[in-house]
């Protein structure tokens, strides 16, 4: 394995994720929801579909990095080539992996979205059901996406004594759009 294109890779993975997110939460989150909800309903499906596609590219992203494939790219198969390898002292090792024990639940919430809901639709449950066996909160989500650029920088700091900035949001860009769309006066002919 390749420890520089991983890391590479689940930045790159995580940026997504987090602007995704960005732009799914100024959408759905109630404030905002309230301040545009007229100028949602008139592009309604654009929103509708771009609220769904931001939240599925944040879950598939998030899934992504936690998933226990050894062809992938993911936090779990890089914390065992490390241990393996002794690239890392065993100390180390053990903290990282505790970051990843403390955060795999909200992982195992956002896989439940992922598997049952979007990736593959289950014939057992409709969609309310599935989201509340979830369980999972907009809050969660944000710790899950800091939580996991933190172990990456931990990762990181520990390896080549670097990290990643992961300074990008979506969230004053997703405010100015739905600003410009409030402002344009319609006539109605």
């Known amino acids: 394995m390749d420890i520089g294109s991983c890391v590479e890779e689940l930045r790159q993975t995580m940026i997504g994720a987090g602007l995704s997110y960005d732009v799914w939460r100024v959408y759905t989150n109630p404030p905002e929801r309230k301040e545009y909800r007229a100028t949602m309903n008139r592009y309604a499906l654009f929103f509708a579909i771009s609220i769904h596609a931001h ?48 955060v795999k639940p909200l992982w195992v919430k956002v896989g439940i979205l992922r598997n049952e809901a979007f990736a593959h639709k ?41 990290t990643h900035a992961f300074n990008l949001n979506a969230t004053n860009d997703t405010i100015a759009l739905l600003q410009d769309l409030k402002s344009i006066k319609y006539s109605v002919s």
């Open 55 to 102: 939240f599925v590219a944040m879950l598939v992203a998030l899934y992504r990095v936690y998933e226990t494939r050894d062809d992938t790219y993911n936090i779990p198969t890089l914390l065992r080539h490390v241990r393996r390898e002794k690239i890392l002292p065993e100390s180390v090792i053990d903290k990282l992996d505790e970051k990843y024990k403390t």
């Open 122 to 162: 289950t014939v057992e449950a409709n969609s309310d059901e599935i989201f509340k066996k979830a369980n999972v909160t907009p809050d969660q989500v944000r710790e899950l996406i800091k939580a996991t650029k933190d172990l990456l920088n931990e990762f990181s700091q520990a390896w080549k004594r670097d």
